[in-house]
């Protein structure tokens, strides 16, 4: 079997960050009106690294190590996206009244506290993370998110266990 080139697999990847950004924001946020959770922008955040990731490596296209590097940077945030969409799928599965409180606004907490305490302050609380905005095909957005992560791991293990070029 014959695998894609990995200037292919590159692309796939920097198509892929962009569909999801601009379904994320053009669609949903834009022509749907849905407000992104500070757990979404948290998504967003690692799909656009991701993106950058393998825009980087279709650009100077190295050799065989150097497209591992880039691909186990991708498959490292790809482990970070999937972690914080399965908070963000345990947090709607939560009953009511077993949610934990909700967050300052993200704007707030950017400029108020240090980065590393606003990203912990929203993945220990970030209660109004717990409403389903909106579904398709009965998965909610976290639910897709999760399966773009899947997506972005998978290429980047492809490109991790090719054996030529």
């Known amino acids: 079997m014959t695998l894609p080139a990995s200037r292919l697999c590159n ?16 669609y949903m946020e834009r022509h749907l009106g ?7 922008l948290i998504d967003r955040a690692i799909v656009a690294v991701i993106g950058v990731i393998f825009l980087l490596a279709l650009i100077f296209n190295p050799k065989r190590l150097g497209q591992r590097i880039f691909a186990g940077l991708a498959l490292l945030f790809s482990g970070l996206g999937i972690a914080v969409c399965w908070r963000h799928l345990w947090l709607q599965s939560l009953p009511k009244d077993q949610l934990p409180e909700c967050t300052p606004g993200l704007e707030y907490m950017l400029e108020t506290f240090p980065l590393g305490e606003t990203i912990r302050t929203i993945m220990t609380s970030a209660g109004e993370c717990a409403e389903v ?7 909610s957005i976290p639910a897709q998110t999760l399966l773009v992560f899947i997506g972005f791991a998978l290429l980047s293990l492809l490109q991790i266990l090719r054996k030529q070029d």
């Open 11 to 26: 692309a796939a990847g920097v198509a892929g960050a962009i569909v999801s950004l601009s379904i994320a924001y053009f």
């Open 34 to 40: 849905l407000e992104a959770c500070p757990l979404c």
């Open 133 to 139: 905005q909106w579904t398709f095909m009965g998965l």
